[in-house]
């Protein structure tokens, strides 16, 4: 029984190592009108393993996805943004992975409300293996 227990701790302590250990450093949200946005940070992995993102929630939003955007060549060789969902987001052992405007973001949808500069939007961030980060970002007009 007691070794049962000292497993279950030992888990729980693992669990929160990976809640832990991804930093995110200096989000925001795009003030913008309408039911659709983008959130923007840098994230940060102090540990040594890779973390990845497997998905994102917030309660200002409907729908939450982890988007990124690239330049393809359109019709007459033309160049054209297109923003396209990922299934994860790896941030390298030590290593910083950048969500920015025109390349990965986090894309929040069917917006419940609508956006105020300076209020705080809370976003989970979901990871592989079970963790979590809770990520609270200010709306910002940028």
Do not use: C
Request: aromatic content about 4%; glycine content about 10%.
């Amino acid at each position: 029984m007691l070794r049962t227990i000292l497993v279950l701790l030992s888990l729980i302590g693992l669990t929160g190592l990976a809640q832990t250990a991804l930093k995110a450093e200096n989000p925001w949200v795009r003030l913008v009108p309408g039911p659709v946005s983008g959130a923007f940070m840098t994230l940060y992995n102090p540990s040594d393993r890779a973390i990845r993102v497997i998905a994102a929630e917030s309660p200002m939003a409907g729908k939450v996805e982890i988007h990124q955007t690239t330049i393809v060549k359109g019709a007459g060789g033309t160049e054209v943004m297109q923003m396209r969902p990922v299934q994860f987001l790896e941030i390298p052992a030590k290593g910083r992975v950048e969500l920015k405007p025109g390349g990965y973001h986090i894309m929040l949808m069917m917006l419940k409300e609508p956006l105020q500069e300076g209020k705080l939007v809370r976003i989970t961030l979901r990871l592989e293996g079970g963790g979590t980060l809770l990520v609270e970002a200010p709306v910002k007009a940028q």
